[in-house]
């Protein structure tokens, strides 16, 4: 899970009454560029991970990287464990079929998720949806996909295979950037 994200904003005040005022209630960026307040607030209604955890810290007292990031870490943990027969690769000694996306002969598949999250009033965090082809905000695109490969690279260990999981988890951990593991299926 990579340390730094997005946190989209709405151009108008929600109000749960309104309905009918799809920019209140969507914050998808294809939705919010329609609005004539679009980027009145922020650029692009975008809020990266530092500034929410800025704006928390002065209107509701609280701290993303202390109150918010560590529901979003359990959430992910909890999926893909949930997940974990369906997205783990596949082993010559299980029949084949490959990771995600398949492939055959035990070949491994890699997939980058984008985890969509709504905060309830109470600041809790609810899963909204996760997304196989995830939309990256330009100002992280270059950093995520620089982590990505390293994390992956450092996974796979070069020309050698490393004894165990754990050696391989511990050495794409050093080397993965913001990513951080939050769960391995070993």
């Not at 990579?2 to 209140?24: F, K, M, N």
């Not at 009033?121 to 939309?135: C, I, K, M, T, Y």
Request: aromatic share 6%; with cysteine.
């Amino acid at each position: 899970m990579h340390r730094e994200g997005v946190c989209r904003t709405s151009s108008s005040r929600y109000d749960p009454d309104a309905l009918d005022d799809t920019l209140a209630h969507i914050t998808n960026h294809c939705v919010q560029e329609r609005g004539a307040h679009f980027s009145k607030h922020e650029p692009g209604n975008e809020l990266f991970f530092e500034e929410f955890d800025r704006v928390l810290r002065e209107s509701a007292r609280m701290s993303f990287s202390e109150n918010v990031w560590p529901q979003l870490r359990r959430i992910v943990r909890h999926v893909a464990a949930a997940a974990r027969d369906a997205l783990a690769p596949a082993t010559v000694e299980r029949g084949g079929g490959g990771g995600v996306g398949g492939g055959g002969g035990g070949a491994l598949g890699w997939q980058l998720f984008g985890f969509d999250f709504l905060l309830d009033a109470e600041q809790r965090a609810h899963l909204l949806e996760v997304n196989g082809s995830p939309a990256i905000a330009d100002a992280l695109r270059a950093k995520i996909t620089t982590d990505l490969a390293r994390a992956l690279l450092a996974r796979l260990g070069g020309v050698s295979q490393p004894a165990t999981h754990a050696d391989a988890d511990a050495r794409a951990q050093a080397v993965a950037g913001d990513f951080v593991l939050v769960y391995s299926p070993t």
